[in-house]
């Protein structure tokens, strides 16, 4: 988890990056930027407030970890012998030169040296780089004696970062540990996780366990689903085990969730089959044994469905035994029905 209660924002470099392609500047700050201690603490919340999921990336490169240039930069801006400034402009320099598509929208560039955050109960320092790109109108109040004006201005909303991460001084070796935020749509996206800051996810407990649930999720919408003859209260009640697994286990066993969760032989048969193509086609290693991530486990469940749509008239939430429930057609009406057994009605 994060805690920045008591970090400190020890430098601040704005530059101003445009978009290469639209003919639009690239504009180098002089200095570093000295500010008071109210405008600090609204910074730290500009910069920090958004950054809530412990999910973590690292700096790689397709031949050498040593050539990714926001790596390189970030070794020389933890070192003290080295100075900070020029880094930053080393930055905002590589930022511009692959700002080359004509939906990316130029704006301040905010790098930052960040003291004493604590991350995963570890205390270490962070490189901060941020960029605001949306600008919104705000009104101006005037008063003077008793008559008012108003007035109009654009700026920030503190409250809503648009880009940024956090390069903390830990696990070097192995390309720092490093969150991001990206509040972008897809087809911008790629530019700052992949063409900007060149990183990929840490194949850690959160990873894991994000990954195997989404695993879990996609299973049943391609393989074990309607197509293939299974009703859809099963979908819901091998979702609803699944989920229910992660939560109320502490370490992932797969030769244990497979017996407990999915069960049948034949159904267990189709799951490892559809894993070795869910890895092969979104290049990821899944492991057969880690320690669950609450964290991660929060994020996957809002996005397991547990919801029985029938039509436009009634929506049945199914939360477990799917031995109470049964689905039937009656032929007077010639309509399908479904039977549920309760003991009290709330």
């Not at 970890?65 to 020389?76: A, Q």
């Not at 919104?136 to 004006?149: A, N, P, V």
Request: aromatic fraction near 14%; hydrophobic fraction near 30%; proline fraction near 1%.
């Amino acid at each position: 988890m994060f805690d920045f209660k008591e970090s400190v924002l020890e430098k601040i470099v704005v530059h101003k990056v445009g978009n290469k392609i639209q003919d639009e500047e690239l504009v180098i700050s002089e200095g570093q930027l000295s500010v008071d201690d109210e405008v600090k603490e609204l910074l730290m919340t500009y910069f920090l407030s958004n950054f809530k999921q412990p999910e973590y990336y690292q700096f790689t490169h397709s031949s050498d970890v040593n050539l990714n240039e926001l790596y390189t930069f970030s070794g020389y801006m933890f070192d003290p012998n080295k100075n900070f400034y020029d880094q930053s402009v080393f930055i905002a320099k590589h930022l511009y030169e692959i700002s080359d598509h004509p939906n990316i929208k130029g704006g301040e560039l905010y790098v930052t040296y960040i003291k004493d955050c604590i991350i995963d109960d570890e205390l270490v320092d962070a490189i901060g780089i941020f960029k605001s790109e949306s600008k919104e109108t705000y009104l101006k109040i005037y008063q003077q004696d008793r008559e008012f004006s108003v007035d109009q201005d654009s700026g920030v909303n503190i409250k809503k970062l648009d880009k940024g991460c956090l390069i903390f001084n830990t696990e070097k070796d192995f390309g720092y540990k490093i969150a991001i935020i990206d509040k972008t749509n897809k087809d911008e996206a790629k530019y700052w996780k992949e063409s900007f800051l060149n990183v990929e996810p840490k194949s850690d407990d959160f990873y894991q366990t994000n990954r195997y649930m989404d695993l879990c999720k996609t299973f049943v919408k391609e393989v074990f689903n309607k197509e293939n003859e299974v009703e859809k209260i099963d979908q819901i009640e091998l979702l609803n085990r699944s989920v229910e697994f992660f939560k109320n286990e502490e370490d992932f066993q797969e030769d244990n969730f497979k017996e407990t969760v999915i069960e049948n032989p034949e159904v267990i048969d189709a799951f490892d089959e559809f894993k070795e193509k869910y890895q092969t086609e979104n290049c990821v290693d899944l492991s057969n044994n880690f320690s669950i991530s609450d964290n991660a486990v929060k994020k996957q469940q809002k996005s397991f469905k547990s919801i029985l749509k029938l039509d436009k008239n009634f929506h049945i939430y199914i939360h477990g035994r799917r031995d109470l429930i049964e689905k039937g057609f009656d032929d007077d009406r010639g309509m399908n029905y479904y039977k549920v057994y309760y003991e009290k009605e709330a």
